[in-house]
């Protein structure tokens, strides 16, 4: 009985702690470029941040790496990646009003810490270049 009421204890308060867990912070850039290399730069960005690559949703488009207890991704918006996703997606087909497709790269770096997920990001953003 006493092991029981330990384990109780022991149990309630990891749950009472996991319950008042912050929640990830995150920060997002976004950046308007020529549109050519996008996954290699992305590639190239992420690590340069310090981001070990990992695979993303879609395998064209997100670049995605780990850094501890941070996740960076790089999403490469463009003419040649939007033709690879389908109609119901159109959200992401980003075109002028003159008819020009908009070349776009978003960049997200969530984890425990806004400051230290905005560096990152801000890093990646800049590795990434114009």
Not at 113 to 118: F, G, P, T, V, W
Request: proline share 2%; charged share 20%; hydrophobic share 45%.
């Amino acid at each position: 009985m006493k092991n029981v009421c330990l384990a109780l204890a022991v149990a309630s308060s990891f749950l009472s702690f996991a319950a008042h867990a912050a929640p990830p912070t995150m920060e997002i850039y976004y950046h308007v470029y020529n549109g050519t290399d996008c996954s290699e730069r992305a590639d190239k960005a992420l690590a340069a941040a310090g981001f070990e690559g990992k695979k993303g949703t879609f395998a064209q488009m997100d670049h995605v790496g780990a850094k501890g207890d941070y996740k960076g991704v790089v999403s490469c918006l463009n003419n040649k990646n939007n033709a690879a996703i389908s109609a119901k997606d159109a959200a992401f087909h980003f075109v002028q009003a003159d008819g020009q497709t908009i070349n776009l790269v978003i960049f997200i770096v969530s984890g425990p810490a806004y400051k230290e997920a905005n560096k990152l990001a801000t890093e990646v953003k800049k590795s990434f270049g114009g």
